[in-house]
T-cell receptor, first 114, second 114 residues
Framework: KAGVTQTPRYLIKTRGQQVTLSCSPI?????VSWYQQTPGQGLQFLFE???????NKGNFPGRFSGRQFSNSRSEMNVSTLELGDSALYLC?????????????FGNGTRLTVT | GDSVTQMEGPVTLSEEAFLTINCTYT??????LFWYVQYPGEGLQLLLK?????DKGSNKGFEATYRKETTSFHLEKGSVQVSDSAVYFC?????????????FGEGTQLTVNP
């Protein structure tokens, strides 16, 4: 069974640009969550989608948004990039949501903002 | 709000040494507790979990017991291997504040030397 796939693995963007990250969950998983990992702040929850609906949202500004498609694939968008958005962005999928079933993480997308 | 505190790292051990990584949590309600491991260049993998007080999670020689009286979930392994070198994260879910989102500790870098 294929794992969680995140594309691209690496991205370099300039301040002010926007970026879209993609996540394909494990087949059959309906929940997709996104986390930001930085050396200073550690792992922070961005949002969770379940069956195309945002079910939970972390404390990030509105520049961070996401969506989930009918095939459970998810995208995350960051607009008006800032230097502080440089991070590893991790996507995780689960069968029934974070609280009810284990999370399976992808290898992440490393975003560098210059 | 809910929080997780891990012992400061990095931790450096010789092969076959005993490992303890301390983890304490603050949460109301009845959270579930987890240990995740992150190898270089990869996402997080679930190592073990415990869903209620006095539960012991175990996997690959690692163990942790959910201690409600001391609000702790310390990770232990009797004999570490070089291949155990990684970053270890303690996490909780289901506290009254965090709800259905994972709250992570800062992570502890473990290096095992041959």
């Amino acid at each position: 069974k294929a794992g969680v796939t995140q594309t691209p693995r690496y991205l370099i963007k300039t301040r002010g640009q926007q970026v879209t990250l993609s996540c394909s969950p494990i087949s059959g998983h309906r929940s997709v969550s996104w986390y930001q990992q930085t050396p200073g702040q550690g792992l922070q929850f961005l949002f969770e989608y379940f069956s195309e609906t945002q079910r939970n949202k972390g404390n990030f500004p509105g520049r961070f948004s996401g969506r989930q498609f009918s095939n459970s694939r998810s995208e995350m968008n960051v607009s008006t990039l800032e230097l502080g958005d440089s991070a590893l962005y991790l996507c995780a999928s689960s069968l029934a949501g974070q609280h009810n079933s284990p999370l399976h993480f992808g290898n992440g997308t490393r975003l560098t903002v210059t | 709000g809910d929080s997780v505190t891990q012992m400061e790292g990095p931790v450096t051990l010789s092969e076959e040494a005993f490992l303890t990584i301390n983890c304490t949590y603050t949460a109301t309600g009845y959270p579930s507790l987890f240990w995740y491991v992150q190898y270089p260049g990869e996402g997080l993998q679930l190592l073990l979990k415990a869903t209620k007080a006095d539960d012991k999670g175990s996997n690959k020689g690692f163990e942790a017991t959910y201690r409600k009286e001391t609000t702790s979930f310390h990770l232990e392994k009797g004999s570490v291997q070089v291949s155990d070198s990684a970053v270890y994260f303690c996490a909780l879910i289901g506290g009254e504040t965090s709800g259905s989102r994972l709250t992570f500790g800062e992570g502890t870098q473990l290096t095992v030397n041959p």
